[in-house]
């Protein structure tokens, strides 16, 4: 009996994942104050984002551009810290602190090393929906 109830809650849980995956989006990163020229995406699955930008400027020694969660608080919700490769391609990922919702948007800045609790620059880069 056992094993009957069991396989039968296993497929209920299959059966749910195929007919209601999990939450996902792709967002268009476009030109903020500090980068006329950026451009990129910003995927995400459930809490898990990928981040892709290009054109954004070099930064000074000390400085890294930090990765934003604009929706589920009042307040922009820190991120993770990346810095940009030779060519200004920024590429990474981070686990969000909250949920994403559909409506979130994403945004990114340039922080001390280290990152901030609050944005300090204006933002280089946002998400749209």
């Known amino acids: 009996m056992f094993w009957t109830v069991a396989a039968i809650a296993l ?4 059966a ?3 007919f209601h995956p999990p939450p996902s989006g792709d967002l268009i990163i476009g030109p903020g104050p500090g980068a006329p020229a950026a451009t990129g995406h910003v995927r995400w699955t459930h809490r898990t984002v990928e981040v892709e930008v290009s054109g954004l400027p070099a930064l000074p020694p000390g400085k ?3 990765l934003w969660h604009l929706g589920p608080m009042p307040r922009p919700v820190p991120q993770a810290t ?3 490769d030779p060519s ?3 590429h990474g990922w981070d686990t969000m602190a909250f949920a994403i919702g559909r409506n979130d948007r994403f945004a990114i800045s340039a922080e001390s090393a280290g ?3 609050s944005p300090t620059s204006p933002l280089y ?3 749209g929906n």
């Open 82 to 84: 990346f810095t940009v």
């Open 88 to 90: 200004g391609q920024l």
């Open 16 to 18: 749910r994942s195929l």
């Open 115 to 117: 990152g901030s609790r």
């Open 11 to 14: 497929l209920a849980v299959i």
């Open 64 to 66: 890294v551009y930090q």
């Open 125 to 127: 880069a946002v998400s």
